[in-house]
C-alpha cells in the first residue's frame, strides 16, 4: 500500500472503500475499494478531507481488509446465519430464521486475543428476527498478516458453530393454574392469560386450561391429563413459595419428575421451577410472573421451546446479569437483564 496525493491519483486503484458522513442525512461508501479515480473524482474526495490515498500494494502473506473481514465472517458461520456484502471493510453476521441465538462466548474471547482482529455480537439466547443484525467483524488495519487469519480459522475449527440461531418449535402447551382462591371464584384468574400472551407471542399455543385447588394429587392428575391429551410444554402457575398451601414444587416432584431445578438465581422469579416428567417439559412460575414485565420465565421459555438443553449449570449462570432493574417502562431484552 502506498500514500500518494490525491490530485496525482488519476488512473490509480482505491486501495479501500472510503466513507462519506453527512451528518443528519448520509453515512455510507462514498466510493469502492477497487475504484479507478477520474479526473472528476478529484474534487469530491477533496471535499470528503482526502487530500492524501492510499493505492493498492499488497504482499505476499498479507489480505485486504476486505478478504480478511470474509474470511472471519465464515469463522463464525453457524447454522441459520447468513452474511452480509463486505462494506466498508466491514462483513455483518446476520440471522437466517427466526430463532434463538446461541454464540460461543469463549470462542469470541480467544479470536479477540488475535491482534487486529475485531469481532463485536450481541449476548447469547436471545430470540432474534430473520435478517437481524447478530454480529459484525473486521480486521483493524487496512492490509492484515494472513497468519492472523488462519490462527482465527483454527479457533473456529476447535469450537464451531461460534454463531448459530435454533429454531424455536410450535409446541402445544398445557397450563394448570393453581390456587384453592382462584379454583373457588374467589378472584378471577389472572394469570393465565399472561402465560397464553407470552407463548403465543414465540408461536406455541395453549390447548388447555386446568385450574385446580392447591391440592398435591390434583396437581399431579393435572400434569397426567395435560400429557395424555398431547401437550408438549406444562406450565403451573402459583403455589411455588414457602407458604402451607403452596403445594406445586412438591408435587411436581412426588411424580417422580427428573428436576434441573427449584429456584433460580433470578429476580424477579427466583421460586421458578424447572422438571421433566415422562419426557415433557414442566415449567413451575411463581407469583411475580404474573405482574412483572420481565422474570426468569422469560429467560427460560425460549431455550425449553428451542430444544436447547438446559442443565443445572446453565441455570447458576443466570445469576450474573440476572438482577432486573425493573425499569419504567421495560425495554427488555435492550439492557442487561439475563445477559
Ligand atoms: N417468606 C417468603 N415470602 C415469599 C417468598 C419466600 O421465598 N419467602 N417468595 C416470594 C416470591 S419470589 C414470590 S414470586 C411470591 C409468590 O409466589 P407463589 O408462586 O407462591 O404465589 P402464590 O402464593 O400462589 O400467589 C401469590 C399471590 O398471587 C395471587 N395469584 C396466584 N395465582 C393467581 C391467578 N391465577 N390469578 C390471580 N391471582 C393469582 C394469589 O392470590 C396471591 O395473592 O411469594 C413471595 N413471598
Ligand atoms: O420468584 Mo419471585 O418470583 O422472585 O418474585
Same mark, same amino acid.
Do not use: W
Given at each position: 500500500?502506498?500514500?500518494?496525493?490525491?490530485?496525482?491519483?488519476?488512473?490509480?486503484?482505491?486501495?479501500?472503500?472510503?466513507?462519506?458522513?453527512?451528518?443528519?442525512?448520509?453515512?455510507?461508501?462514498?466510493?469502492?475499494?477497487?475504484?479507478?479515480?477520474?479526473?472528476?473524482?478529484?474534487?469530491?474526495?477533496?471535499?470528503?478531507?482526502?487530500?492524501?490515498?492510499?493505492?493498492?500494494?499488497?504482499?505476499?502473506?498479507?489480505?485486504?481488509?476486505?478478504?480478511?473481514?470474509?474470511?472471519?465472517?465464515?469463522?463464525?458461520?453457524?447454522?441459520?446465519?447468513?452474511?452480509?456484502?463486505?462494506?466498508?471493510?466491514?462483513?455483518?453476521?446476520?440471522?437466517?430464521?427466526?430463532?434463538?441465538?446461541?454464540?460461543?462466548?469463549?470462542?469470541?474471547?480467544?479470536?479477540?486475543?488475535?491482534?487486529?482482529?475485531?469481532?463485536?455480537?450481541?449476548?447469547?439466547?436471545?430470540?432474534?428476527?430473520?435478517?437481524?443484525?447478530?454480529?459484525?467483524?473486521?480486521?483493524?488495519?487496512?492490509?492484515?498478516?494472513?497468519?492472523?487469519?488462519?490462527?482465527?480459522?483454527?479457533?473456529?475449527?476447535?469450537?464451531?458453530?461460534?454463531?448459530?440461531?435454533?429454531?424455536?418449535?410450535?409446541?402445544?402447551?398445557?397450563?394448570?393454574?393453581?390456587?384453592?382462591?382462584?379454583?373457588?371464584?374467589?378472584?378471577?384468574?389472572?394469570?393465565?392469560?399472561?402465560?397464553?400472551?407470552?407463548?403465543?407471542?414465540?408461536?406455541?399455543?395453549?390447548?388447555?386450561?386446568?385450574?385446580?385447588?392447591?391440592?398435591?394429587?390434583?396437581?399431579?392428575?393435572?400434569?397426567?391429563?395435560?400429557?395424555?391429551?398431547?401437550?408438549?410444554?406444562?406450565?403451573?402457575?402459583?403455589?411455588?413459595?414457602? +407458604? &402451607?398451601?403452596? %403445594?406445586?414444587?412438591? =408435587?411436581?416432584? #412426588?411424580? !417422580?419428575?427428573?428436576?434441573? *431445578?427449584?429456584?433460580?438465581? @433470578?429476580?424477579?422469579?427466583?421460586?421458578?421451577?424447572?422438571?421433566?416428567?415422562?419426557?415433557?417439559?414442566?415449567?413451575?412460575?411463581?407469583?411475580?410472573?404474573?405482574?412483572?414485565?420481565?422474570?426468569?420465565?422469560?429467560?427460560?421459555?425460549?431455550?425449553?421451546?428451542?430444544? +436447547? &438443553?438446559?442443565? %443445572?449449570?446453565?441455570? =447458576?449462570?443466570? #445469576?450474573? !446479569?440476572?438482577?432486573?432493574? *425493573?425499569?419504567?417502562?421495560? @425495554?427488555?431484552?435492550?439492557?442487561?437483564?439475563?445477559?
Amino acid at each position: 500500500m502506498r500514500e500518494i496525493k490525491t490530485k496525482d491519483a488519476i488512473g490509480q486503484v482505491l486501495a479501500h472503500d472510503l466513507t462519506k458522513i453527512v451528518p443528519g442525512r448520509f453515512k455510507g461508501r462514498a466510493f469502492k475499494k477497487g475504484h479507478i479515480i477520474r479526473q472528476g473524482d478529484v474534487e469530491e474526495l477533496l471535499s470528503m478531507g482526502k487530500e492524501h490515498i492510499y493505492i493498492l500494494e499488497i504482499k505476499e502473506g498479507q489480505l485486504h481488509e476486505d478478504d480478511a473481514a470474509m474470511r472471519l465472517a465464515n469463522c463464525l458461520k453457524g447454522p441459520n446465519i447468513e452474511l452480509s456484502e463486505t462494506s466498508e471493510g466491514k462483513v455483518n453476521i446476520l440471522a437466517g430464521i427466526n430463532g434463538l441465538l446461541k454464540i460461543n462466548r469463549e470462542a469470541i474471547i480467544a479470536m479477540n486475543t488475535v491482534p487486529d482482529i475485531a469481532i463485536a455480537t450481541l449476548h447469547s439466547n436471545r430470540v432474534v428476527k430473520q435478517g437481524e443484525k447478530l454480529a459484525g467483524t473486521r480486521a483493524v488495519p487496512l492490509v492484515i498478516e494472513e497468519e492472523k487469519i488462519r490462527t482465527v480459522e483454527t479457533i473456529a475449527d476447535n469450537f464451531a458453530p461460534v454463531i448459530s440461531v435454533m429454531p424455536i418449535r410450535s409446541l402445544k402447551i398445557g397450563i394448570i393454574t393453581t390456587g384453592s382462591e382462584v379454583y373457588k371464584g374467589r378472584i378471577p384468574d389472572k394469570f393465565g392469560p399472561v402465560v397464553k400472551r407470552k407463548v403465543e407471542a414465540l408461536g406455541s399455543k395453549v390447548i388447555d386450561q386446568i385450574f385446580v385447588p392447591d391440592d398435591v394429587k390434583e396437581i399431579q392428575s393435572a400434569v397426567n391429563k395435560l400429557i395424555d391429551v398431547g401437550a408438549e410444554l406444562i406450565i403451573t402457575t402459583g403455589g411455588m413459595s414457602v +407458604d &402451607p398451601d403452596d %403445594r406445586t414444587p412438591g =408435587a411436581i416432584k #412426588g411424580l !417422580g419428575a427428573e428436576l434441573i *431445578t427449584y429456584g433460580t438465581p @433470578v429476580l424477579p422469579g427466583s421460586m421458578l421451577l424447572l422438571a421433566y416428567h415422562r419426557g415433557i417439559p414442566v415449567m413451575g412460575l411463581p407469583g411475580c410472573v404474573m405482574y412483572e414485565k420481565s422474570t426468569s420465565f422469560d429467560l427460560i421459555l425460549p431455550r425449553v421451546l428451542a430444544n +436447547d &438443553p438446559v442443565n %443445572r449449570e446453565d441455570i =447458576a449462570e443466570l #445469576g450474573y !446479569g440476572g438482577l432486573c432493574t *425493573t425499569c419504567d417502562p421495560c @425495554v427488555y431484552p435492550h439492557c442487561s437483564f439475563g445477559k
